[in-house]
């Protein structure tokens, strides 16, 4: 199983030492580096940034979201970034939530399933050159059929440096799995467990049934945390406010993906007691309420000896790839234990 670094969301500003920690995983072998977006910094700066200063590891987004930049502008910044880095790039999706689309972007939300279709589909096109791009789709329409009708069909003016960028696609539910399995390159899961392995490998199994042909590799990249500590309690306590935040506050009452996640595990009614207190703004009880053997369900967590032994379930599960986060220290203490 390969290891890719994952920079995660900004807070208040770039996180420290980055560059340096990108270096360390780059030395210390791991195969991947990701950044992520939601309505602060941007995914694609930083990783050209501090990509630049790499030759190795592949440069990927976990995630880019599709409501922040029309396809074809997507397109372009895939292509130029795979110039830059050498073909190292793969190009990170995922539609977001209504919060976030709607309340930050001002772009419709429904029907998130058809527009990923489209949105993969003309970046495909862009990034294949082989004609102008057209779409007529119900969410892209490519020349746009409501303008001034001068539009016309374009090719990028940019060569390609690979006629074919990865997509990877961020997904939670069963039917954006299988689409990912169906149209992408590679699934990006959050909050995956290895309890969880055969409803995904049913999912992923559902959309690679609606190819024309099985794609020759398919990467399941999954963030996981990864706390190397002698106490299992101390280590599961540095998580829970980061599940508390994703299970109780991000997302509406009734359209949360994120908890829909651990009611399909088996804790639904740690979810439903987790986002009752959240969105009662009471956040210490929100995470109190998150029992440790749900951060071990989706975590490596506890001593070096416990989380070797619980590393055969993931080795064993559908994923490729096990994204970490941390400093560089946290990176060379992971490799060790992991390798």
Do not use: C
Not at 227 to 251: F, N, R, T
């Amino acid at each position: 199983m390969k290891l890719g670094y994952h920079l995660g969301y900004w807070s208040s500003g770039p996180p420290a030492h980055a560059a340096e920690t990108i270096r360390t995983a780059e030395e210390l072998g791991f195969d991947s580096v990701w950044t992520a977006e939601g309505y602060g910094s941007d995914a694609l700066t930083p990783l050209a940034w501090w990509g630049s200063a790499t030759s190795r590891v592949t440069l990927g987004t976990n995630i880019v979201q599709m409501s922040a930049r029309t396809p074809t502008a997507t397109a372009m910044a895939a292509m130029t970034l795979d110039h830059l880095s050498g073909g190292r790039f793969v190009l990170g999706l995922g539609a977001s939530g209504p919060q976030v689309v709607e309340g930050w972007y001002g772009m419709p939300y429904p029907k998130p399933l058809a527009r990923t279709r489209e949105y993969v589909d003309i970046i495909r096109k862009v990034v294949a050159r082989a004609e102008p791009v057209t779409h007529d789709g119900a969410h892209y329409q490519l020349p746009l059929d409501s303008g001034t009708g001068l539009g016309k069909p374009l090719k990028p003016t940019v060569h390609p440096l690979r006629e074919h960028i990865p997509i990877y696609l961020a997904a939670e539910g069963p039917k954006n799995v299988a689409l990912s399995a169906e149209i992408g390159d590679g699934w990006l899961p959050l909050f995956f467990s290895p309890r969880s392995d055969g409803f995904y490998r049913a999912a992923l199994d559902e959309g690679f049934a609606r190819r024309a042909q099985p794609p020759a590799s398919f990467e399941v990249a999954a963030s996981v945390p990864v706390i190397v500590h002698d106490d299992v309690e101390a280590a599961a306590d540095l998580i829970k406010p980061s599940l508390a935040l994703y299970i109780g506050g991000m997302g509406a009452r009734n359209v949360n993906f994120h908890r829909d996640v651990f009611a399909r595990m088996g804790y639904e009614e740690v979810a439903d007691r987790v986002q009752e207190l959240y969105l009662a703004g009471r956040k210490d009880e929100a995470t109190a309420a998150i029992p440790t053997r749900l951060v071990e369900d989706t975590s490596l967590i506890g001593p070096p000896a416990k989380i070797r032994d619980e590393l055969a379930a993931w080795e064993e599960s559908v994923v490729t790839t096990l994204l970490v986060r941390g400093d560089a220290a946290t990176l060379r203490t992971v490799a060790d234990v992991l390798s």
